[in-house]
């Protein structure tokens, strides 16, 4: 049993990621004697989080056979509004009770398209991407707000005392165990597999598909906003092209993970290890002066590769799981 389970993770996608992580800590170490060090991780990691905590919902997203491409829209929707709101003199608290509330009634208007009228929600999340950075621009113009209280930016570029983590990543880590329980030791997350996989198959088997989908996208508004809280607290600025461009990162990050772009099929711990390879990379190039689009190039790579590999990689298996009946089912020669 034990050679079977040690087979089985030498065959799998993960396996592969953390290969490839290797490789990008390597690379990274070689390319900047700055990169292994234990400043420029925690300066790595905080660079990660609004990304990380968008792609947690948009995995179980594109598990049920949807996507998401509004999330980063959404982060900067939000953060406008919370400069604003705190502008006007609204107490802080509120103003992030109101994000985070825009935030999922954004997702909810995302969902109700794609459940009730039937919408592709590539096409749907692809015009709320429009929409909703456009309301940031008509609510804040060109300005940016950035007269936050000290207590709220130190959240976002401070560390737990005695130490370089980052608190943003306590949050990650809190709701990454969250999402991993939901996904894959809970009924909810079996159902959202069943979605994916059969759509009709599963709501003849009892499932509320609609509604389901329908709470994924408000998930999804909803830690988009938190995302947008954390930027606004990182930066210590509120401006509407905020995390601008953020949802390729995001959506290669879920499929490099293993998550499969018709659904059914993924799991959270690759999009794990996925968001930190892209994070090494990132960071290796920004090290050595390599600029943003070069970086943007290496990204969109990666996410053609994450659609071509695992499935290239699956029809490997098919065919080899082939030859081996054909060869275990032949006659024997006497």
Known sequence: MIKERAKALVN???????????????YGSF??????TAFNFSALTRDLMEKAIMALPMTLIIIAGEIDLSVASVLGLTSVLLGVLWNAGIPLWLCIVIALLVGAIAGLLNGLLVTRLGLPSLVVTLGTLALYRGLA????????VSSFPADFTSFGFG??????????????????????AL???SWVGRQIYAIGNNQEAARFAGIHVARIK???FVLSGLLAALAGIVFTSRFASARPDNALGFELDVVTIVLLGGVNIFGGRGTLIGVILSLFIIGALRNA?????ISGDIQNIVVG??????VLGPNVVQRIREALARRQMVAGGSPKKV
């Open 214 to 216: 329908l709470l994924l």
């Open 301 to 306: 790579i990666l996410l053609i590769f994450s």
């Open 159 to 180: 560390s737990v005392p005695g130490t370089l983590i980052p608190w943003p990543f306590v949050v990650f880590v809190i709701l990454a165990l969250l999402f991993l």
């Open 183 to 185: 996904l894959h030791r």
């Open 137 to 144: 621009y008509v609510i804040i113009g060109d300005q940016a």
């Open 285 to 289: 190039l920004g090290l050595t002066n």
């Open 12 to 26: 799998s996608w993960d396996a592969f990621l953390v290969v490839l992580l290797l490789l990008a800590i390597v």
């Open 31 to 36: 390319r900047s004697p700055y990169f292994l």
